[in-house]
């Protein structure tokens, strides 16, 4: 592998967490200084995430695109699954919470749409999930963040 492909191997890996529960815990420590009761909406909508697509990951087993072995523990089952893409879930409920709290910020809403579409790719170049998948995940976050926060 040449140097360049693995840095941006190394780039997309790190940009993908991101995506990840530690960094949704961090910006909830961020909401809490903001506005309490935002706060706790945003936490009750990210626990509504993770059970709606754990739920459809489950009932729907699709395959990654590199294929994990499927065994019969529920956890392996889940880790298995491609769709939706949790992590793209996360950061399209995250980028929606973060730009209702700074309406209005044209820089802002740039940057977090950019973060939200290289987490979103890096899920299809790191070979974790397909296009539909990661489109899945978008559809779940986006009703939920629009759904509560928008409406």
């Known amino acids: ?22 960094v949704y815990g961090l910006f909830l420590l961020y ?23 754990t739920l459809v990951k489950l009932a729907y087993r699709k395959d990654r695109p590199i294929p994990r072995k499927r065994r019969m523990a529920l956890h392996e089952i889940y880790d ?3 769709f939706p893409s949790i992590h793209t879930e996360r950061i399209t409920l995250l980028v929606i919470a973060l730009n209702v709290l700074h309406a209005g910020d044209a820089v802002f809403f740039a ?33 939920l963040g629009y759904g509560y926060f928008l409406l």
Do not use: Q
């Open 1 to 22: 592998m040449s140097l360049i492909r693995y840095c941006i191997d190394k780039l997309f890996s790190s940009i993908t967490l991101f995506g990840t529960p530690f």
């Open 31 to 53: 909401m809490l200084r903001i506005n309490l009761s935002f706060a706790l909406t945003f936490a009750l909508l990210f626990i509504i995430g993770e059970m709606v697509c």
């Open 80 to 82: 298995a699954g491609s």
């Open 111 to 143: 940057c977090s749409l950019a973060v939200w579409g290289l987490v979103t790719y890096s899920r299809m170049y790191l070979k974790e999930h397909f296009f539909i998948d990661v489109i899945g995940g978008a559809v779940i976050g986006g009703m």
